[in-house]
């Protein structure tokens, strides 16, 4: 049996699948709020081609050479695992792999889009890369990227996680990343906010409005976003075509693909080439996306315009969302707090295409703490939701008998993210919600 199933360095794929070449109804377009001139503002922020992807509708987006090979440097193709010991430990028919992009060197799918964004802006000329991280891990990918290809990189780190998470700090600056806890004296919101109050905790929509203010302030500066938007998703298609390859190679047509979802973008990496065969009638897998009951953007939010940030200062984006003033409970899996979600990601949810599930953190952490004594990987908070609904549905099979092929996106790993297993540990785990 094939435990492990590997692709040679050149069969990392060619191009990027656009899935909005082939979105069974239009995708509503960003539009701007009242007054304000936010796309307007997004021309200044973004690169030229980050933008020009962000809109195109050719369905194979080349792969520049250059960020080929930096995808072959960094380990690509990444392996595809079948879960036998979990598999016997739940004693199911049912055949269980997941899609390893722990292996990367940040342990997140993040670079396969910081490697082509930093990329582009030093092509353009850009000097300097500016962001927010909350969790840490696109801080880190954008770090590393922005390193590799030549730029200075700035990272605005939410106040309280930036005192939570010395090793996050830590790690950008091995990647030569210049990080700040945000709010800062960096810039002018930051100024301000802090003058109001000095002892201000921070948040996503601030230190998105301070990362987008040196971008519109400086022309050798650039803004850059590690989901959400559409040439993110784009970028993450190379971890669906490279499991197709290798699903092929192991004789296996899945079943159910499942994923977690932040701002989407390791399920639409993961699962938009597949759902491309379901769009086509070529297909019956089913696709199911899985977040955190205390934050349930896909399964309780609405379908509307919203800001992308809770200032209200990006254009709105036609999503499902939980409202731009939500604020998640602090639950361990950081990178699933987002109140909305990538309006690729939602509108196939809507049109019946993502079948949307959530789960509770306790039992996520069960189901992580399964899969690490049995497969040995100590899998991200974020990626224990996944986890969890590939051990509920291959307990189903269990009941039924049927052989069903489960495939799953294991995102990240946890060896950074300590912290919620020892809550686990000590009983403090709150099941929010
Ligand atoms: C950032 C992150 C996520 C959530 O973001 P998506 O854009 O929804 O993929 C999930 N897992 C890991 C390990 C992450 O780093």
Same mark, same amino acid.
């Given at each position: 049996?094939?435990?492990?199933?590997?692709?040679?360095?050149?069969?990392?794929?060619?191009?990027?699948?656009?899935?909005?070449?082939?979105?069974?109804?239009?995708?509503?377009?960003?539009?701007n709020?009242?007054?304000?001139?936010?796309?307007?503002?997004?021309?200044?922020?973004?690169?030229?081609?980050?933008?020009?992807?962000?809109?195109?509708?050719?369905?194979?987006?080349?792969i520049p050479?250059?960020v080929?090979?930096?995808?072959?440097?960094?380990?690509?193709?990444?392996?595809?695992?079948?879960?036998?010991?979990? #598999? @016997? &430990? $739940?004693?199911?028919?049912?055949?269980? =792999?997941?899609?390893?992009?722990?292996?990367?060197p940040?342990?997140? *799918?993040?670079?396969?889009?910081?490697?082509?964004?930093?990329?582009?802006?030093?092509?353009?000329?850009?000097?300097?890369?500016?962001?927010?991280?909350?969790?840490?891990?696109?801080?880190?990918?954008?770090?590393?990227?922005?390193?590799?290809?030549?730029?200075?990189?700035?990272?605005?780190?939410?106040?309280?996680?930036?005192?939570?998470?010395?090793?996050?700090k830590?790690?950008?600056?091995?990647?030569d990343?210049?990080?700040?806890?945000?709010?800062?004296?960096n810039?002018?919101?930051?100024?301000?906010?802090?003058?109001d109050?000095?002892?201000?905790p921070?948040?996503?929509?601030?230190?998105?409005?301070?990362?987008? #203010? @040196? &971008? $519109?302030?400086?022309d050798?500066?650039? =803004?850059?976003?590690?989901?959400?938007?559409?040439?993110v998703?784009? *970028?993450?298609?190379?971890?669906?075509?490279?499991?197709?390859?290798?699903?092929?190679?192991?004789?296996?047509?899945?079943?159910?693909?499942?994923?977690?979802?932040?701002?989407?973008s390791?399920?639409?990496?993961?699962?938009?080439?597949?759902?491309?065969?379901?769009?086509?009638?070529?297909?019956?897998?089913?696709f199911?996306?899985?977040?955190p009951?205390?934050?349930?953007?896909?399964?309780?939010g609405?379908?509307?315009?919203?800001?992308?940030d809770?200032?209200?200062?990006t254009?709105?984006?036609?999503m499902?969302?939980?409202?731009?003033?939500?604020?998640?409970?602090?639950?361990?899996?950081?990178?699933?707090?987002?109140?909305?979600?990538?309006?690729?990601?939602?509108?196939?949810?809507?049109?019946?295409?993502?079948?949307?599930?959530?789960?509770?953190?306790?039992?996520?952490?069960?189901?992580?703490?399964?899969?690490?004594?049995?497969?040995?990987?100590?899998?991200?908070?974020?990626?224990?939701?996944?986890?969890?609904v590939?051990?509920?549905?291959?307990?189903?099979?269990?009941?039924?008998?049927?052989?069903?092929?489960?495939?799953?996106?294991?995102?990240?790993?946890?060896?950074?993210?300590?912290?919620?297993?020892?809550?686990?540990?000590?009983?403090?785990?709150?099941?929010?919600?």
């Amino acid at each position: 049996m094939n435990y492990k199933i590997t692709l040679s360095s050149d069969e990392v794929p060619k191009n990027w699948y656009n899935i909005l070449a082939d979105l069974p109804c239009e995708l509503p377009a960003p539009k701007n709020s009242e007054g304000k001139n936010q796309i307007a503002d997004l021309e200044k922020a973004f690169t030229k081609e980050a933008l020009k992807q962000e809109f195109a509708q050719d369905r194979y987006i080349k792969i520049p050479n250059e960020v080929r090979e930096l995808y072959m440097k960094i380990g690509r193709p990444s392996p595809l695992f079948r879960a036998t010991r979990l #598999e @016997e &430990a $739940l004693n199911t028919p049912a055949k269980i =792999y997941y899609k390893r992009e722990d292996t990367s060197p940040t342990g997140s *799918h993040k670079l396969n889009s910081a490697i082509p964004q930093a990329y582009f802006a030093k092509k353009e000329g850009v000097e300097r890369l500016t962001t927010e991280t909350g969790a840490g891990q696109w801080g880190t990918a954008l770090s590393l990227a922005s390193n590799m290809v030549g730029l200075d990189c700035t990272v605005y780190m939410v106040k309280v996680s930036f005192n939570q998470k010395p090793d996050r700090k830590n790690i950008m600056n091995i990647y030569d990343g210049n990080v700040f806890a945000s709010p800062s004296e960096n810039t002018e919101i930051g100024r301000k906010i802090l003058a109001d109050n000095p002892d201000h905790p921070g948040s996503l929509g601030v230190a998105i409005s301070e990362a987008m #203010e @040196e &971008a $519109l302030l400086n022309d050798d500066v650039k =803004y850059s976003l590690g989901s959400v938007l559409n040439h993110v998703m784009l *970028h993450q298609t190379i971890i669906g075509q490279e499991l197709k390859v290798q699903l092929e190679k192991a004789e296996k047509e899945p079943d159910v693909m499942i994923a977690c979802a932040g701002g989407g973008s390791n399920l639409a990496g993961c699962l938009f080439p597949f759902i491309k065969d379901k769009i086509d009638g070529n297909s019956d897998t089913e696709f199911i996306a899985v977040e955190p009951s205390a934050c349930p953007t896909l399964t309780e939010g609405s379908y509307d315009y919203d800001f992308g940030d809770i200032n209200g200062f990006t254009p709105m984006l036609k999503m499902f969302t939980l409202g731009h003033d939500f604020v998640a409970p602090s639950v361990h899996a950081g990178g699933l707090r987002y109140h909305g979600m990538s309006p690729i990601v939602s509108l196939l949810t809507k049109e019946g295409y993502i079948t949307p599930t959530s789960a509770h953190q306790k039992d996520v952490f069960d189901a992580g703490i399964m899969f690490a004594r049995n497969e040995g990987i100590v899998p991200a908070p974020e990626t224990t939701h996944a986890i969890k609904v590939a051990i509920d549905e291959a307990l189903k099979c269990k009941e039924t008998g049927e052989e069903k092929t489960i495939v799953f996106n294991f995102s990240g790993h946890g060896m950074l993210d300590l912290k919620g297993y020892a809550s686990y540990f000590e009983g403090t785990l709150q099941n929010a919600k």
